[in-house]
Nanobody, 114 residues
């Protein structure tokens, strides 16, 4: 299983962007999905978890109040909605289904310019 992240772009500071994670697995609706990000030279950190019930749990303090998440189980896709973006949000963003043995996807690049 491999996840596919899409939707990354270059946006200006203060802008918004929604990125997607496709996870075509059996029973997708039963799984929580985590979002992570990794900036150059830094460790990968968890940003959020979208529960199987669709509840967004924001794990990274610096994005609380600005990021949220949701899912469309019919499309087997999870989304990360990012508002009021800052240059420090620039990173490669990844998703991963909790509890699965799988490969990391290629990620999607988000770049926030001043």
């Amino acid at each position: 299983v491999q996840f596919v992240e899409t939707g990354g772009a270059t946006v200006q500071a203060g802008g918004s962007l929604t990125i997607s994670c496709s996870a075509p697995i059996f029973g997708f609706s039963n799984y929580d999905v985590n979002w992570y990000r990794q900036a150059p030279g830094k460790e990968r950190v968890q940003v959020a978890r979208i529960t199987g019930a669709g509840v967004p749990l924001i794990r990274l303090d610096s994005v609380k109040g600005r990021f949220t998440g949701y899912r469309d189980d019919a499309k087997q896709t999870v989304y990360l909605q990012m508002n009021n973006l800052r240059p420090e949000d620039s990173a490669m963003y990844y998703c991963f289904v909790v509890g699965l043995v799988a490969r990391w996807g290629r990620g999607t690049q988000v770049t926030v310019s001043q």
